[in-house]
């Protein structure tokens, strides 16, 4: 144990999870900017451990849009459960790569907030159990 933590002081994962994760969280914030869901999608929490959350509106629920988000993240490739866990091992490509996909998810979100979710959603939003 006392190794593991003298590897990570000595490499600066720590640091570097934050950092990739300051990054992710700053460009995710200006994607939901842009596409008009700043009041309905935020992220929060630390830089290494970014949560998700959504807020009601009158065309669909909270549950629904994070749902939303969730089903065209992984469907183009993200892998996201509903937090964002970046770590050293992750680079600017990655973010890049999971940016990418976001805007797509956040466009996405963004005809919902229009339409509604029915036909969006391919199958039932999430419910919280406990």
């Known amino acids: 144990m006392v190794a593991t933590v003298t590897e990570i002081a000595a ?32 992220l929060v929490g630390y830089d290494c451990f970014l949560g998700i959350e959504t807020r009601d509106t009158t065309a669909v629920s909270a549950a629904e849009l994070k749902t939303l988000l ?32 976001a805007e797509m998810a956040a466009k996405v979100c963004g005809r919902a907030l229009e339409a509604g979710s029915g036909g ?11």
């Open 120 to 130: 969006l959603l391919r199958g039932p939003a999430a419910r919280r159990l406990l």
């Open 70 to 101: 969730l089903q065209e993240l992984i469907a183009a490739g993200a892998l996201v459960r509903g937090i964002f866990y970046p770590t050293a091992a992750h680079g600017q490509e990655h973010v890049e790569a999971t940016l990418t996909v």
């Open 11 to 42: 490499t600066g994962a720590i640091e570097a999870a934050h950092a990739t994760g300051a990054a992710l969280r700053t460009g995710i914030d200006d994607l939901v900017r842009q596409a008009g869901l700043a009041e309905q999608i935020r």
